[in-house]
């Protein structure tokens, strides 16, 4: 019976970074293809969001089943609940990266090269995703911990793109849309690293049980 | 084990208990029976004589509890008992004893009752006058002794019971102490039973087996272990389920991973889609192939199924470093469209020209000239193509034999046969230096100084110098060109030994070169085990150094 359990949850575990490595790659391919203006790459991304939101599903049907079968307490049930938060994450960062991808395709080829922020933010937090997604896999908190504290770096990066994109408007005013884009990517991005916090969050929960509520 | 022994002490407590108890009983039951009848006889004697002197009145006169008398005239009728009234009892004409005793004069008989626990005894006898005296006693059967018996019986079988568990678990304890001690270890040395000895010897004969198949096993993984240590290779081994069973020093610092990962799954050290889809191909369909990009390196990763009796047991993932491979193959590409590229142009202007006079579009007067165009580009093809024959010799690393040969001396001759080109764009070239006799090939000798000095003449400005200096530093031979050329910006230094790879690019036809120069210089350099060392600044001058 307990070794059902184990199967199952290994099998939960397994699911949930097969979906962490979609979400890292969603966003590895959508900030690809805005350094590189290449509008093809995008679908890739739009397809992988599909992919991610149908993994969703799997994942939180699993859980539930786990949690009606097999009434789990202590580790497995925070294990279990901590998967159900992550996934919701997971998804999050894969529409967001799904969006960034919709907003390339309005950008007729730019990059963004204008405002080397976006890219520094985009490499920032393709990295806090591949850590969340690792402290998982290997349970590590300190890992968990880092993450979070990367979070201020993002943020900071942000209101760098904020000012150097308000500049970049004064100087160029027929820009205006364009810088407009290039903000609401740089939110996007912003708003995946939160994501990434929380995941890292939960990765803390599930290893020590105690939460500590979300950062802003 | 106590159990058994338990049962056995038992079985043989019970079968003493029972033969003692029939043996005594029967023997006692049938002693005192026999001094039962002797004495009812001689009561039966003593009586009859008694009632043949005074008759009835005797009888009358007997008080015993014991004995039962009864008088039967010899039709049967009862005359008198001593135990209940005559008239109420019927004829006793049909009874064994007294039929016998009316015939013998004594009879005997015995019935029981009709619950077998009680038994009567008669014994009768004729008297003178033809009627019979009875005698009868009544006695328990053995049945009711024996169950007289039965509260002591059982008392002795509980204590029976109690000592045969308490014996036997003693004597199990003292049997096994000495197997519970023994040393598997080293079976032989054990002091016990000489009846284990076989069980021993086998044992012992077991160990050794198994030490020999454990050492071989120990044997084989360690060679395995080795042999993946060593290797450049990555070499990933998982199961079925896609857990890691054994991985090499290379694979761990290919996936970043830990010892730890050990017993994991796959997934825990490489996430990527395309590597677990390549793998689940591959239990899939058998094998199959991805090339990863990790921190600046390219991968080949072989995925294969590992089967066993028609059962998939697992995967192994075999990585290659790709990147030299890669590198050398996009060379490969460039080159080729490099040459047909450089072939071409020449080759252009030769048709272009060569067209014009076809059709009588070049006046007489423009002919030389075009002629001489026509010329210097078949020239520069001719250069060209010797250039990449050259190139291709050195890569096709032909046997050269090398000689001894003075370094001196061949970058001498190149200076002297370079001399009369510098003094025309108005450049000084020098040579400098001492002797020094190196193993190596002329030839290739001969080229390297050549390139690098007309490369020092060509980029140079007016007025400038080529410095050539040979001596020994240390154990090496170096020879190094310096000149006041227009020097290399730091960005282009690491291609220029490139082939096809130029500078400046507009400056190359002027300049006459085919773009190959260095990098037959470094072609022959390798040849030749040595090494290129190059300081430039732009605008001062290049100093390139080789040491052998």
Do not use: A, L, M
């Given at each position: 019976m307990r070794s059902r359990f184990d199967e199952q949850l290994a099998m939960l575990n397994n699911e949930l970074t097969q979906m962490g490595a979609m979400c890292e790659e969603a966003i590895a391919i959508a900030s690809k293809a805005l350094s590189m203006g290449d509008v093809k790459l995008t679908d890739k991304v739009l397809s992988l969001d599909g992919e991610i939101n149908q993994m969703e599903r799997t994942i939180e049907t699993l859980c539930l089943k786990l949690l009606l079968q097999q009434q789990p307490v202590a580790r497995d049930l925070r294990q279990i609940s901590a998967a159900l938060k992550m996934i919701t994450d997971m998804e999050r960062i894969g529409t967001q990266a799904a969006d960034i991808a919709e907003i390339i395709t309005f950008l007729d080829g730019r990059t963004g090269e204008e405002c080397e922020y976006i890219r520094f933010m985009a490499e920032a937090t393709m990295q806090m995703v591949t850590e969340s997604i690792d402290a998982f896999v290997k349970q590590d908190i300190v890992l968990a911990k880092t993450v979070v504290d990367h979070d201020d770096i993002v943020d900071h990066l942000f209101m760098q793109v904020k000012t150097a994109l308000i500049k970049m408007i004064a100087e160029n005013p027929t820009d205006g849309g364009y810088a407009l884009d290039l903000l609401m990517i740089a939110k996007y991005f912003e708003r995946i690293g939160d994501h990434a916090v929380n995941i890292a969050e939960w990765v803390v929960f599930s290893v020590t049980g105690t939460h500590k509520g979300k950062l802003g | 084990m106590t159990k058994k022994i338990f049962r056995s002490i038992m079985i043989v407590a019970l079968a003493i208990l029972m033969a003692s108890i029939v043996i005594i009983m029967g023997c006692l039951y049938r002693y005192f029976s026999d001094v039962q009848e002797r004495q009812l006889e001689d009561e039966l004697t003593l009586a009859a004589t008694g009632v043949e002197k005074s008759g009835q009145e005797y009888l009358e006169d007997l008080q015993s509890r014991q004995y039962r008398l009864t008088w039967v005239a010899d039709n049967g009728t009862v005359l008198y008992d001593t135990f209940s009234d005559e008239k109420s009892m019927e004829n006793h004409a049909d009874r064994i004893e007294i039929q016998e005793a009316m015939q013998n004069s004594k009879g005997k008989s015995t019935r029981y009752s009709t619950t077998l626990l009680e038994k009567t005894l008669y014994y009768a006898q004729r008297l003178k006058d033809g009627s019979v005296l009875r005698i009868s006693v009544k006695s328990v059967t053995i049945w009711v002794l024996v169950l007289g018996m039965m509260q002591p019986i059982m008392i002795v079988l509980v204590v029976a019971f109690i000592l045969s568990g308490v014996l036997a678990s003693r004597i199990s304890k003292h049997i096994m102490e000495p197997l519970d001690c023994l040393d598997l270890e080293k079976p032989l040395e054990n002091d016990t039973y000489e009846e284990l000895a076989p069980l021993l010897n086998r044992i012992n004969k077991q160990r050794r087996q198994i030490d020999l198949q454990l050492s071989e096993l120990q044997r084989k993984n360690d060679e395995f272990t080795q042999i993946t240590r060593s290797m450049t290779e990555g070499l990933v081994l998982l199961n079925e389920n896609n857990i890691i069973l054994s991985i090499n020093p290379a694979a761990l610092s290919l996936f970043r991973a830990e010892r730890s990962c050990k017993g994991k799954d796959f997934l825990t050290i490489e996430r990527s889609h395309d590597v677990s889809n390549a793998v689940q191909s591959a239990l899939r369909n058998g094998h199959s192939e991805i090339r990863i990009e990790r921190e600046g390196k390219e991968y080949q990763l072989h995925v294969n199924r590992i089967e066993s009796n028609g059962a998939v047991i697992g995967a192994v993932v075999l990585a290659f470093d790709r990147t030299e491979a890669a590198f050398a193959e996009r060379n490969r590409k460039e080159f080729t469209a490099n040459v047909s590229h450089e072939l071409k142009t020449p080759l252009q202007s030769i048709m272009g020209s060569a067209e014009l006079i076809e059709n009588g579009l070049v006046k007489t007067e423009d002919m030389p000239r075009f002629v001489g165009h026509i010329r210097t580009e078949a020239e520069r093809l001719l250069t060209l193509i010797e250039d990449i024959i050259r190139l291709s010799r050195l890569d096709e690393e032909n046997e050269m034999p090398f000689e001894d040969v003075d370094l001196y001396e061949v970058a001498d001759e190149v200076v002297s046969r370079l001399k009369n080109i510098a003094a025309a764009k108005n450049i000084e070239i020098s040579i400098v230096g001492e002797s020094v006799y190196i193993k190596s090939v002329k030839q290739l000798l001969t080229e390297t100084i050549f390139n690098l000095c007309d490369n020092a003449i060509k980029y140079n400005r007016d007025g400038g110098i080529v410095a050539v200096s040979v001596n020994r530093m240390k154990d090496k031979a170096v020879v190094s060109v310096k000149d006041s050329g227009i020097g290399i910006s730091p960005e282009h230094q690491a291609k220029i030994?490139?082939?096809?790879?130029?500078?400046?690019k507009s400056r190359s036809k002027e300049s006459g070169g085919t773009g190959l120069g260095l990098s037959i210089v470094k072609h022959a350099v390798q040849h030749l085990n040595g090494k290129i060392d190059l300081q430039s600044k732009v605008g001062e001058g290049t100093t390139i150094q080789v040491s052998f």
């Open positions: - | 030994f490139e082939r096809f790879y130029r500078v400046d």
